[in-house]
Nanobody, 126 residues
Framework: EVQLMESGGGSVLAGGSLTLSCATS????????MAWFRQAPGQAPGTERE???????????TYATSVKGRFTISKDIAKNALFLRMNSLQLDDTAIYYC????????????????WGQGTQVTVSS
């Protein structure tokens, strides 16, 4: 069973920084595409989670336009952990952030990923 556990969320002032972490198993970490998604508050039920960043199996990163230049996705092989460093946080970065992985696909929508963590809340205030 694939298990993902996010941590590192919290409250921060606009302009501040946070680093999210996602712990997983060695197998998942070395053989899968891994990504961060988010879901903003107040969205209608059934709204797709927004892709924020992903690392494919070759270690190539892709970012959403809204976070490019501010967020950095990375992994630590020794710790079996995925990270999301978030700088220059803005009010509309407020969301629940989810770690996701899949052994086969490496797409850009939530339905491309078969395994999810429980999420960690990030709140940005002015």
């Amino acid at each position: 069973e694939v298990q993902l556990m996010e941590s590192g969320g919290g409250s921060v002032l606009a302009g501040g920084s946070l680093t999210l972490s996602c712990a997983t198993s060695v197998y998942t970490f070395t053989s899968s595409c891994m990504a961060w998604f988010r879901q903003a508050p107040g969205q209608a039920p059934g709204t797709e989670r927004e892709a924020v960043a992903k690392l494919d199996r070759d270690g190539i990163a892709t970012y959403a336009t809204s976070v490019k230049g501010r967020f950095t996705i990375s992994k630590d092989i020794a710790k079996n952990a995925l990270f999301l460093r978030m700088n220059s946080l803005q009010l509309d970065d407020t969301a629940i952030y989810y770690c996701a992985t899949d052994e086969r696909d490496c797409g850009w929508v939530g339905s491309d990923f078969g395994h999810w963590g429980q999420g960690t809340q990030v709140t940005v205030s002015s």
